[in-house]
């Protein structure tokens, strides 16, 4: 098992790979990457634990270690600054990637996996997610938002469900993008675990 988070690089456009020279944590689950960006020469890594940045993909450091019951799963460029967010409630800003303003959202019991924007909206998708079933909760019963969007740079948040209905199931957004006009989603249901794909305009 790794001893700290596994960051591989490619100088020759992925032909080969090899290990980063360093990379911060303990070692633990929440110490893995979950999402990497590249914006204005810095390369920005979320965990389950924190943020962690590098100017070249070697070496990294981390910014800031998230609070206890909060884990980060998703980091996303709105065009006007990095927006990351997971679990606990918190969405995370930031404008040059080093300096962090956690604001609370209206959902406590989504963890969110994906993000997306168009450069007036940005949208967070996500669900469950099986690691709740693993910590004692009932699953699947949950009917909630399944999605949040902002229009104002994650400061307000409204919510919405992405797959109609809240009675419609248990379904984890993994993914979302912005293209084509469109939003799309790609996720699962989580009792069939039927893989789905959702789009709005």
Known sequence: APT???????????????????????????????????????????????????????TWNEIIDVPEGV?????????????????????LTSFDGYNWTGTQTPVE????FSAAGNGSKLVLGGGWGPYLCLQGYTCPTFKGP?????TDGGVTWDVFNIVGSFE???????????GNDRFVSVG???????????TVD
């Open 4 to 58: 700290v988070p596994q960051v591989m690089i490619s100088g020759d456009r992925g032909d080969t790979w090899q290990d980063a020279d360093s990379s911060p944590g303990s070692g633990g689950a929440f110490d893995l990457f979950e999402d990497l960006i590249y914006r204005d020469g810095l390369f920005v890594g979320v965990t389950g634990s924190g943020i962690q940045v590098s100017s070249d993909g070697n």
């Open 109 to 112: 019991r989504v963890r969110y």
């Open 146 to 150: 399944h999605g949040m969007s902002s």
């Open 71 to 91: 884990a980060l799963d998703t980091i996303v460029d709105d065009g006007a600054q990095l927006v990351a967010a997971g679990s606990g409630a918190v969405v």
């Open 168 to 178: 419609d199931g248990s379904y984890d957004s993994l993914g979302l993008a912005w």
């Open 188 to 198: 699962r249901f989580i009792e069939s675990g039927e893989g789905t794909i959702f």
